[in-house]
């Protein structure tokens, strides 16, 4: 029997937790498994009966490699490497309603091995349990709403009131982000709320966690609009409540946008799946590896 040797620890060799580390990269299971049999086949055949877990790893990334699997490779490096690191990951990813940032949330934590996903919108509806509608109006309407403004002085009342919303979230984001780093938590916080400049200061950070942000952006409207009828399904929000409001919305990610291009954060254009997770995954592997 093969055993596998991590630090002071020894386990038997398993092809379905290997399978299984191996898929999260986006392979197919029934890949995953032929790559496995082969370098299982190979310590037979050299009558190896104990094998360390760091060359395990280039195994996997060597025959990735022979098939032409090179960002496959790196994914499955990436993994294994944000697992062991000393400070926590933050990826935060925004954009206005319906741009895809929790699917996009999703795939990255399975790809990465990131099993705490937070939308901000959670984070809201804790801190309306906390502030009554008298105390905050604005954590009581949909960020493309527009809330009620007591002053006339206001030019542009949708964006005030998401920016009243967008402050007070963000506290409860910093709260995260902040425990996060107290207990080494690695995790994916997405939402409408994540705006680039409100009003966390991630340079005070830096030096505590590794925090990636991105915000994802549909530029045509039919595919934005095509999105809410996408999620309908399986789900209790209709489509009709948010297209009757693409203008709302469609005015939220041009501020969104033009407040991440004012502060250098990477804006995705969200039209391709497997480009959208390519990007980010290469984004943070350069950081990273």
Known sequence: MITVVKEDNEYP???GIMARSISKTGLSVETAYT??????????DKDIQKVKSNTLVEMISEELESRDMTLTSKYFKLHRKIRKLEKPVFILIGGSTGTGKSTISMALGHRLGINRII????????????LSPELEPALYNSSFQIGKIKTTFVHNK??????????LVS??????????????LTLIVNGVHIVPGFPLNYKQYKDKCYIFEYILDVPDIEKHMQNF????????????????KITNIRNIQNYINSQAEDRNVKI???E?????IETILNDISKTIQ
């Not at 790559?35 to 037979?44: C, E, G, S, T």
């Not at 984001?173 to 780093?181: A, F, M, Q, T, Y």
């Not at 999620?231 to 929000?237: A, D, K, T, V």
């Not at 391709?272 to 959208?276: C, H, R, V």
């Open 158 to 167: 949708l964006i005030y009131s998401f920016e009243q919303q967008v402050r």
């Open 268 to 270: 995705i254009k969200n």
């Open 35 to 44: 790559i496995v049999n082969k370098i299982h086949q190979k310590l037979q």
């Open 13 to 15: 060799f398993s092809k």
């Open 272 to 276: 391709n799946f497997q480009d959208t």
């Open 229 to 244: 009828h996408t999620r309908e399904e399986g789900s209790l929000r209709p489509a009709q409540r948010y297209t009757e």
């Open 119 to 130: 939308g901000t919108d959670t984070i809201r509806e804790i801190m309306r349990t906390i």
């Open 171 to 184: 506290e409860g984001v910093k709260s995260v982000l902040e425990r996060g780093i107290k207990e080494g």
